[in-house]
């Protein structure tokens, strides 16, 4: 009887045993993925954002700059 009894404890544990691994991989599969959702996200939201406008004055003949106007997403800038 204490034999039996022995046997069928260490198949108690070692399917608790079982069940607790299945469970904690899953759970760390589901973070990983959550992670890999997240990092891929924010890579294309990065991609997305509008590029600065780079503005260069032009000179006239007389020596003055030419007033710069551009639009850079945010406001229209004018340099005078």
């Given at each position: 009887m204490q034999r039996i009894r022995s046997i069928a404890f260490t198949v108690f544990t070692?399917?608790?045993?079982?069940?607790?691994?299945?469970?904690?991989?899953s759970l760390g599969l589901a973070l990983a993925g959550i992670a890999a959702v997240v990092v891929i996200g924010s890579m294309l939201a990065a991609r997305l954002?509008?590029?600065p406008v780079r503005a260069t004055a032009?000179?006239?003949a007389a020596g003055q700059r030419e007033p710069r106007i551009w639009n850079d997403g945010r406001g229209t800038i004018i340099d005078l």
């Open positions: 070692m399917l608790i045993a079982g069940a607790t691994l299945l469970f904690a991989a954002q509008p590029k032009r000179r006239h």
